[in-house]
């Protein structure tokens, strides 16, 4: 049997740390369009808030860690961030 907590425990603390980020600012900004998708009718809104939440994430690796050196930019970073937000937008899309 495969035990999680070993596999959970191998990944960098920085890693664990990008993917709250991610469910932080994705989810939010997710919900917001999907609500925003069933008052108009127009299912453009949870795609908007998708994108905005990569750009924020995105931003964060470029911004923050780059250009004001307030941490280390990686691509690792931003992908362990935006892995929530892609899985919904992958479920919203499979459902949808």
Do not use: R
């Amino acid at each position: 049997m495969i035990d999680i907590k070993k596999i959970i425990d191998n990944i960098a603390d920085d890693k664990k740390d990008d993917v709250l980020l991610g469910m932080s600012i994705g989810y939010p900004l997710q919900i917001l369009g999907l609500i925003l998708d069933l008052i108009t009718g127009m299912p453009i809104f949870f795609l908007i808030g998708t994108l905005i939440a990569l750009l924020i994430v995105g931003g964060k690796e470029v911004i923050w860690d780059w250009i004001l050196g307030k941490g280390n930019p990686e691509w690792w970073d931003f992908i362990a961030s935006a892995i929530p937000i892609l899985s919904n937008i992958i479920t919203y899309l499979i459902i949808t």
